[in-house]
């Protein structure tokens, strides 16, 4: 029998076949199982629909997963190469500041040197001052007391000068002794002698007092 030729039972007589008892023909057979075998496709295509759905969302959620772990990823990197960026530059500012820092100890051990080579220079400088401020206060020190001497050897010299001039302008009734005038000449010739070394001498500690060249 052809699909074509197949004729199905009125719903009437479906109702009287579930009523009764009588077996099913072969048509009523051939009905159910085509009727099974369309609900099992129909069952079949729901649950292929269903399960493709599902697939196609888990596949999308996947891919959505995919991309936002490889945005995820990118942004990973790009943080990555920033922060190594970031730390070479720290380590560049580093060393130059561990250069600076060295070049400041440098510096300041010269001035520390300097400074104490000038300390140094300025304590010898000092000593040497004193050294001379105190010559010269001896020198001229023994200056004044020569000048004091000559002075006084100058006086002496006047006076005893005046006192001879007296006696020859008034020797009195005996006259010039010429012993007692033999005598003060000596005297003022050794006088006048003293004077001219003691002069001498002055002019010999002036003459040190200058500064030489």
Known sequence: MEASTLEFPRRGRVRKWLRGDAPPSRGMQ?????S?????????????AGIWR????EAAQN?????????????SKQALAAEKARFHTELVLVAKAKHATAAATASLAATKAALARSR????RTQSADTAARQ????????????????????????????????????????????????????YLVASAATAVASAGD????VQDLQPSG
């Open 36 to 48: 099974a075998l369309l609900c099992g496709a129909a069952l079949s295509g729901l649950l292929f």
């Open 135 to 186: 010559s010269l206060a001896g020198r001229v020190q023994a200056l004044v007391a020569a000048a004091g001497t000559l002075s006084r050897q100058t006086t002496t010299l006047r006076s005893e000068l005046e006192t001879l001039q007296t006696y020859a302008s008034n020797p009195g009734a005996t006259g010039v002794d010429p012993g007692y005038v033999a005598s003060q000449a000596h």
């Open 63 to 75: 891919r959505a997963a995919q991309v936002s772990d490889h945005r995820a990823l990118v942004a």
């Open 120 to 123: 140094r220079e300025l304590s």
């Open 30 to 34: 051939l009905f159910l199982f085509i």
């Open 54 to 57: 599902h697939t196609a969302g």
């Open 202 to 205: 002055l002019l010999q500690r």
